[in-house]
């Protein structure tokens, strides 16, 4: 069993972000989780990784109570995740934003020139996966904004987690890069990691997941495969309001 919550509930002064929601994600798959805007997603993700407090209910991972852990902690736990609105140090350059991402390297010793020759190999090695390794010497913040999701991917990779989770990894990024970006989930996902993926695009989220849990309100309202979830008149009644 991977990630599963019980009854994970937020709000925000009136507003009720999540509201008892319990999922328990499909091992070993890409799980998709999609829903109107407003619907709690990303409040989910932010109380499962830890940086935003639930008011009440639970996270489990691999049988362990993760609720309330520090982000640094869930991440030690071998979750992994990206922002909706990536998240890199735009002024360091693509090799030492791989090296500060595995927190073993301190920003001090980086700066000083004393990088650990197995983790230079190993964001490398990441880099070339994600083929911006001919960027590496290039500052973060000259990359097109699609590269810089994928050097925020590669950074998270360089943490070995074993459960991604990726919020609107299309977002904001060109068909081309999109299609680069499902062919390196379905990869990684080959090698044996989770994943769960917040999207808008409806065609990645159809093209790639092999299960979508649908959010309304704070709470999943359906689950399936993708087809399946598709027609299903609840999912249409959220989207549509019909
Ligand atoms: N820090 C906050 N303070 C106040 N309200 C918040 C905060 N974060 C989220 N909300 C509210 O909680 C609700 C759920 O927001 P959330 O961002 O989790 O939804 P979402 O499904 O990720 O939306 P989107 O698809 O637009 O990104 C919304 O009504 C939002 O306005």
Same mark, same amino acid.
């Given at each position: ?7 994970? @509930? ?15 994600? &499909?091992? #070993? ?6 829903? +109107?805007?407003?619907? !709690?997603? @990303? @409040?989910?993700?932010?109380? *499962? ?21 520090? $982000? ?10 990206? /922002?909706?609105?990536? &998240?890199? /140090? ?22 000083? !020139? ?16 994600? !083929?911006?390794?001919?960027?590496? =010497? ?22 070995? $987690? ?6 609107? +990894? ?14 390196? *989930? ?6 044996? &990691? @989770? /994943? ?10 159809? !093209?790639?997941?092999?299960? %979508?849990?649908? /959010? =309304? ?7 399936? +495969? $993708?087809?399946?979830? &598709?027609? =299903? $008149? ?6 549509? #309001? %019909?």
């Amino acid at each position: 069993m991977s990630l599963r919550t019980e009854g994970l @509930t937020k709000s925000f002064g009136g507003v009720l972000a999540v509201n008892g929601a319990s999922v328990e994600l &499909r091992d #070993g798959k890409i799980n998709g989780l999609i829903g +109107p805007n407003g619907s !709690g997603k @990303t @409040t989910f993700f932010n109380i *499962v990784t830890g940086m935003i407090k639930p008011d009440s209910g639970r996270v489990l991972y691999r049988d362990r109570d993760l609720t309330r852990h520090s $982000p640094h902690r869930v991440a030690h736990a071998g979750i992994g995740r990206t /922002f909706q609105l990536c &998240r890199i /140090f735009p002024r360091l350059s693509v090799l030492e934003n791989m090296l500060v991402a595995v927190r073993r390297t301190r920003l001090r010793e980086l700066l000083a !020139g004393l990088r650990d020759t197995g983790e230079v190999e190993r964001a490398r090695h990441w880099l070339r996966r994600m !083929g911006i390794e001919h960027l590496e =010497d290039a500052e973060a913040r000259d990359l097109s904004y699609g590269q810089q999701k994928l050097l925020e991917l590669a950074a998270v990779l360089m943490a070995e $987690p074993d459960l991604v989770l990726l919020d609107e +990894p299309a977002g904001g990024v060109n068909p081309a890069l999109i299609d680069r970006i499902i062919h390196l *989930v379905r990869d990684l996902n080959a090698e044996g &990691r @989770t /994943f769960l993926v917040v999207e808008h695009n409806m065609d990645m989220v159809m !093209g790639m997941c092999d299960h %979508v849990i649908v /959010f =309304d309100r704070g709470a999943p309202i359906a689950e399936g +495969p $993708p087809g399946l979830v &598709r027609e =299903d $008149p609840r999912v249409l009644e959220a989207y549509l #309001g %019909v």
